[in-house]
């Protein structure tokens, strides 16, 4: 039993530890563009994922 529950502890560790390593920046763009028929709306929306301690800027 007490395996059991230094195997849950340290388990617990080490995710608590790989969960907050990764760092994501998000770019989104919106444009509206009107004619005479109506109007469209375009989201773009970039991730950019990177692991470690400078992930790049969001704007590329």
């Excluded at 920046?25 to 470690?52: C, D, L, N, R, Y």
Aim: a negative charge.
């Amino acid at each position: 039993m007490k395996r059991f529950f230094a195997f849950c502890a340290a388990l617990s560790m080490v995710t608590a530890l790989t969960v907050g390593c990764e760092k994501k920046a998000e770019k989104t763009t919106e444009t509206t563009v009107e004619t005479p028929g109506g109007e469209t709306t375009v989201t773009e929306s970039t991730t950019i994922e990177q692991s470690g301690e400078n992930p790049p800027p969001a704007n590329p």
